[in-house]
């Protein structure tokens, strides 16, 4: 099947901006999947719903934003639900529900969606939260991990602008992650099985965002959901949604997401050793913090009638509307000095700035920067 002519015969036009409206969205819901199934409810009374698509003897258990401000992969979600429903004759997509049944979670944590906050309404990251149990969210996703049989679990989320592949030029559009099961990393056979699947997935990518692909760092994190399921015996694959260059609102970048979806589902129904190519994946550059949003090179400072130049680098902090329909870019000064080991997706001349008390203030920059 040719992925991508099929995703823009089939991509998801109701998702337009990065923000995801949840009254909008709850109503998509209703029109599209009316026999979504509710499995719990949020801190606040948001209705957490499943979706089933499949007939296979195997489970996959897919689930998106237990980050509230992590859209990216619950739109690449419906991106491909609507492939499989118009393509269910297609021979990859029926070898794939023959094979799965395929479990979508949307919005684990619509509270936290609402505000656009990692958190939920109490303030827990959920995604550190699987040991204490102090969010409602973590359990309704533990409750349906346990209730089932899952023979692989895609968890997905979005990484900042920060991020780049390797040391190279490239932004890590798409980031991938196994999750270590101890200290020490070690590897087992189900965390070669997560590894063959982001094996083959990059290898699939290679064609459309070569060099824009990496590889997150694989600390063990004891709290976290991912680290856990591996843990546990179920192989486990981390997607992360990064920066396309001029793609704030991660249109682009939602699309590529959506084919290492598809490739994911591909690969684990046509191989029944998914360790296969497992060592490829350390080839994967290591995503690095190398990026800011934008760098005013030697930007020009004037205090007591001498100019002084230094380098100002500001990152975008994303902030929804008071109408939540909408988010705004809002510009922070992160680092002022020697930025020239530093990236940016824009470099831009600086005008000069006369500071009013003689000191570099970071609100002396600048009062609005548009992306």
Same mark, same amino acid.
């Given at each position: 099947?040719?992925?991508?002519?099929?995703?823009?015969?089939?991509?998801?036009?109701?998702? !337009?901006?990065?923000?995801?409206?949840?009254?909008?969205?709850?109503?998509?819901?209703?029109?599209?999947?009316?026999?979504?199934?509710?499995?719990?409810?949020?801190? %606040?009374?948001?209705?957490?719903?499943? $979706?089933?698509?499949?007939?296979?003897?195997?489970?996959?258990?897919?689930?998106?934003?237990?980050?509230?401000?992590?859209?990216?992969?619950?739109?690449?979600?419906?991106?491909?639900?609507?492939?499989?429903?118009?393509?269910?004759? %297609?021979?990859?997509?029926?070898?794939?529900?023959?094979?799965?049944?395929?479990?979508?979670?949307?919005?684990?944590?619509?509270?936290?969606?609402?505000?656009?906050?990692?958190?939920?309404?109490?303030?827990?990251?959920?995604?550190?939260?699987?040991?204490?149990?102090?969010?409602?969210?973590?359990?309704?996703?533990?409750?349906?991990?346990?209730?089932?049989?899952?023979?692989?679990?895609?968890?997905?989320?979005?990484?900042?602008?920060?991020?780049?592949?390797?040391?190279?030029?490239?932004?890590?559009?798409?980031?991938?992650?196994?999750?270590?099961?101890?200290? %020490?990393?070690?590897?087992?056979?189900?965390?070669?099985?997560?590894?063959?699947?982001?094996?083959? $997935?990059?290898?699939?990518?290679?064609?459309?965002?070569?060099?824009?692909?990496?590889?997150?760092?694989?600390?063990?994190?004891?709290?976290?959901?991912?680290?856990?399921?591996?843990?546990?015996?179920?192989?486990?694959?981390?997607?992360?949604?990064?920066?396309?260059?001029?793609?704030?609102?991660?249109?682009?970048?939602?699309?590529?997401?959506?084919?290492?979806?598809?490739?994911?589902?591909?690969?684990?129904?046509?191989?029944?050793?998914?360790?296969?190519?497992?060592?490829?994946?350390?080839?994967?550059?290591?995503?690095? %913090?190398?990026?800011?949003?934008? $760098?005013?090179?030697?930007?020009?400072?004037?205090?007591?009638?001498?100019?002084?130049?230094?380098?100002?680098?500001?990152?975008?902090?994303?902030?929804?509307?008071?109408?939540? !329909?909408?988010?705004?870019?809002?510009?922070?000064?992160?680092?002022?000095?020697?930025?020239?080991?530093?990236?940016?997706?824009?470099?831009?001349?600086?005008?000069?700035? !006369?500071?009013?008390?003689?000191?570099?203030?970071?609100?002396?920059?600048?009062? !609005?920067?548009?992306?």
């Amino acid at each position: 099947m040719d992925i991508q002519k099929t995703y823009y015969n089939c991509k998801e036009e109701c998702f !337009t901006k990065r923000y995801l409206n949840i009254k909008e969205f709850y109503n998509y819901l209703d029109i599209n999947f009316p026999n979504k199934i509710e499995i719990g409810k949020s801190t %606040e009374g948001n209705p957490i719903y499943l $979706i089933r698509v499949g007939n296979g003897s195997k489970k996959v258990l897919i689930w998106s934003q237990m980050h509230g401000n992590e859209t990216t992969g619950t739109f690449a979600m419906f991106d491909l639900l609507n492939i499989v429903k118009e393509n269910s004759n %297609e021979e990859a997509i029926k070898r794939i529900l023959d094979e799965y049944e395929i479990h979508f979670i949307p919005v684990l944590n619509p509270d936290g969606a609402i505000e656009w906050d990692r958190r939920n309404a109490l303030g827990v990251d959920i995604n550190r939260d699987f040991n204490a149990e102090q969010s409602t969210e973590i359990k309704v996703l533990k409750n349906q991990f346990t209730n089932v049989n899952y023979d692989l679990c895609l968890n997905l989320h979005d990484q900042r602008t920060i991020f780049s592949s390797g040391y190279s030029e490239n932004p890590a559009t798409l980031s991938f992650l196994s999750p270590s099961i101890d200290l %020490e990393r070690s590897l087992n056979e189900v965390r070669k099985k997560s590894m063959g699947v982001i094996s083959y $997935i990059n290898d699939c990518l290679h064609m459309y965002i070569g060099g824009k692909i990496g590889r997150y760092t694989d600390e063990f994190y004891p709290n976290s959901t991912g680290d856990n399921f591996q843990k546990l015996g179920v192989p486990t694959v981390l997607f992360e949604a990064g920066h396309f260059p001029n793609d704030y609102q991660r249109q682009k970048t939602r699309e590529y997401f959506c084919y290492a979806l598809y490739f994911a589902l591909d690969f684990a129904s046509k191989n029944e050793d998914l360790t296969v190519n497992y060592k490829k994946y350390f080839d994967i550059p290591e995503n690095k %913090e190398l990026f800011l949003d934008v $760098i005013i090179r030697d930007c020009p400072f004037l205090i007591n009638k001498a100019i002084h130049k230094v380098d100002v680098g500001i990152q975008y902090k994303e902030e929804v509307n008071k109408s939540k !329909t909408d988010l705004k870019f809002v510009p922070i000064v992160k680092e002022i000095g020697d930025l020239s080991k530093r990236k940016s997706w824009k470099d831009i001349e600086g005008n000069l700035i !006369t500071p009013i008390e003689n000191k570099i203030k970071l609100e002396d920059v600048f009062n !609005t920067f548009i992306i």
